[in-house]
Structure formats: C-alpha cells, structure tokens
C-alpha cells in the first residue's frame, strides 16, 4: 500500500523567515507533484518534478526530488503571508494512473 | 478558455436520496479523475478513468458510481447507499501516461447532507 507522509501537518511561521516541508513516500515512483490550495479553492499546480535531483524554483518556493530516499523538499525562503495555504505533495505510481495525496501542509505566515 | 468545469459548486442532499456532480473538460485529456476531500484531510481517490468507456475504483469508491461515455464528461453519482457524503469534491484531468499525469482540478462541489 502506498503510502505518502507530509510533515509538518501545520506550520506557523514569521514573515522572513525560511522552512521546509517533507513528503515522504513509500513506493517507487518517477513523478512527484507539488499543489497549493487557498481555503476553500481548488487546487493549483505549484511543481513537476519528473527525475531524481530535479530542482524547481518559483518565487520564494523550491522544491527537489531525491527518488531514492524516496523524498521531497519544498523550501520557503523568506516567508511572506501570501504564501499562507495549504500544500500538498502528490505522487504517481505506475500501478496506477492516479496520483496519490499527502495530507497537506497547512502554512500560516505571520508578521 | 481550456479548463475543467464542475457544477453545481454547491448541493444540497436529504437523506436517502441519489445526486450527480457534473464534470466537463475541453483540455483533450484522455484522463479524469474524482477525489474527495475532508476538513483536514488530504485528496482521497474515488475513481478514475484513463480512456472513454472505462473506469477503475479508487481507495474508497463504495456509495458511488461513474460514467466516461464522452472523452470530456466524467459525471459522479453520490448514491443513498453512501453514508457520509458531505464534502468537497473535486474533478481533475491530465493527459495520461505516457505523456503527463499533472492533474488539473476544477473548482469543486461542496456537497451536504440535509
């Protein structure tokens, strides 16, 4: 059973300020996706990350895949509140043609 | 503009009762997926259909059906036999393997019980 495990679950952190969030996952899989969700909204793709030691940056946010410990990273650098949501990790797996969710990182930036 | 459109964004349900959440998508993706989500929870796969006349269940299908007669339509049936039904639920589409399993999303439907 494929398991994918997100931590921190919740996140409070100072405008300026920089973090990580983990996505671990329990299976073999090649494609890893970052998502955000504004309370509710849908979702937006944030990243594709499609081999082992992509990196991928937008703004404050970069997120890298180490396929085999099985991991991913999403940084914040130097937090600011528009960043508050909350993110999600979702793996694909070739068994099957669905992507998988963590249970999300609900981020809240403070001044 | 390309996209995926969910109606109604919100339904109200009594008990016993059957509803259909629609789904449309003019993207000419090949897949299209239905997920639920809780207060708190991640994105839970109800079913998912990788072609036209065809579907597979997810983690937690009972109480629903589907249907993919037409590449762009993905309509959910949330049937009486499914016991807690209230949630948002969202649609998604991607282009499939082998080309992309980046799932777009729709707006959602927030549905309740009543």
């Known amino acids: 059973e494929l398991k994918v495990e997100q931590n921190p679950l919740f996140l409070s952190m100072q405008e300026g300020k920089n973090y990580t969030i983990y996505c671990n996952y329990s299976?073999?899989?090649?494609?890893l996706y970052w998502y955000r969700q504004d309370p509710g909204k849908s979702l937006e793709s944030l990243f594709v990350?499609?081999?082992?030691?992509a990196v991928k940056q937008e703004g404050r946010l970069m997120a890298s895949l180490d396929t085999k410990a099985r991991l991913s990273t999403l940084h914040i650098t130097a937090a600011v509140h528009d960043l508050s949501a909350t993110y999600f990790c979702?793996?694909?797996?070739?068994?099957?043609?669905?992507?998988?969710f963590g249970k999300g990182t609900s981020l809240l930036v403070t001044p | 503009d390309g996209g995926i459109t969910q109606s109604p964004k919100y339904l109200f349900r009594k008990e016993g009762q059957n509803v259909t959440l629609s789904c449309e998508q003019n993207?000419?993706?090949?897949?299209m997926y239905w997920y639920r989500q809780d207060p708190g929870q991640g994105l839970r796969l109800i079913y998912y259909?990788?072609?036209?006349?065809?579907?597979q269940k997810g983690d937690i299908a009972e109480g629903y059906s589907v249907s993919r007669e037409k590449k762009e339509s993905f309509p959910l049936t949330v049937t009486s036999a499914q016991k807690n039904p209230t949630a948002f639920y969202l649609c998604?589409?991607?282009?499939?393997?082998?080309?992309?399993?980046?799932?777009?999303f729709g707006q959602g439907t927030r549905l309740t019980v009543v």
């Open positions: 993207l000419n993706h090949d897949a």
């Open positions: 998604a589409s991607s282009s499939g393997r082998p080309m992309s399993t980046e799932a777009f």
């Open positions: 299976t073999t899989s090649d494609r």
């Open positions: 979702a793996v694909d797996i070739l068994v099957r043609y669905a992507l998988n």
């Open positions: 259909s990788q072609i036209v006349n065809d579907f």
């Open positions: 990350l499609l081999s082992n030691g």
